[in-house]
T-cell receptor, first 115, second 114 residues
Framework: AQSVAQPEDQVNVAEGNPLTVKCTYS??????LFWYVQYPNRGLQFLLK??????LVKGSYGFEAEFNKSQTSFHLKKPSALVSDSALYFC?????????????FGTGTLLAVQP | GAVVSQHPSRVICKSGTSVKIECRSL??????MFWYRQFPKQSLMLMAT?????????EQGVEKDKFLINHASLTLSTLTVTSAHPEDSSFYIC??????????FGQGTRLTVV
């Protein structure tokens, strides 16, 4: 069965510092990995995805993620955090290659960026 | 990104009444609709998956007679919480999907049953 794990419930970082939100995955077959962000009382917004190709994926709002097959990780990163990046971040894996296959979400990591 | 409209954003209802939540895909055809439920500070839990014109497939532990899903058209799906109870209070999110599209999400509906 496909699954993702987010080991940190919360990540605290000072504004201007680099941030990392961790995600590890367990899949059978090719991984289809995603990052989403959720602001309070809002739905999820797509940040980026890895399907195939370059291991470093660039996404929205200056975020990027590195796919590491040997470590089965897909950590989300940003070189310089903004206070407005404070939100709940979800890593997800798609259950199969079809575009309409369901997404399986991690437990979420709350990112708090202090001014 | 695609435009998804979920309505209402917030609803308060009395215990025993029913509430209908609408999810519309405004600029693409949603062949598949996913409905999620999210408790405070927790992840999204998939409730059911529906394909346009077909009956929904419910995840284990989700009562199909309590959470009625209708997906009669490619642009509209509804989730009706029947005979709501306080334990049904939650944040409900729809996610329409079309062929070749990524997952997009509605804004969510905060349901409070009193």
């Amino acid at each position: 069965a496909q699954s993702v794990a987010q080991p940190e419930d919360q990540v605290n970082v000072a504004e201007g510092n680099p941030l990392t939100v961790k995600c590890t995955y367990s899949v059978s077959g090719n991984p289809y990995l995603f990052w989403y962000v959720q602001y309070p009382n809002r739905g999820l917004q797509f940040l980026l995805k890895y399907i195939t190709g370059d291991n470093l994926v660039k996404g929205s709002y200056g975020f990027e993620a590195e796919f590491n097959k040997s470590q089965t990780s897909f950590h989300l990163k940003k070189p310089s955090a903004l206070v407005s990046d404070s939100a709940l971040y979800f890593c997800a894996v798609r259950d199969g290659g079809g575009a309409t296959n369901k997404l399986i979400f991690g437990t979420g990591t709350l990112l708090a960026v202090q001014p | 990104g695609a435009v998804v409209s979920q309505h209402p954003s917030r609803v308060i209802c009395k215990s025993g009444t029913s509430v209908k939540i609408e999810c519309r895909s405004l600029d693409f055809q949603a062949t598949t609709m996913f409905w999620y439920r999210q408790f405070p500070k927790q992840s999204l839990m998939l409730m059911a998956t529906s394909n346009e014109g077909s009956k929904a497939t419910y995840e284990q532990g989700v009562e199909k007679d309590k959470f009625l899903i209708n997906h009669a058209s490619l642009t509209l799906s509804t989730l009706t919480v029947t005979s709501a109870h306080p334990e049904d209070s939650s944040f409900y999110i729809c996610s329409p999907r079309g062929y070749g599209t990524e997952a997009f999400f509605g804004q969510g509906t905060r349901l409070t049953v009193v």
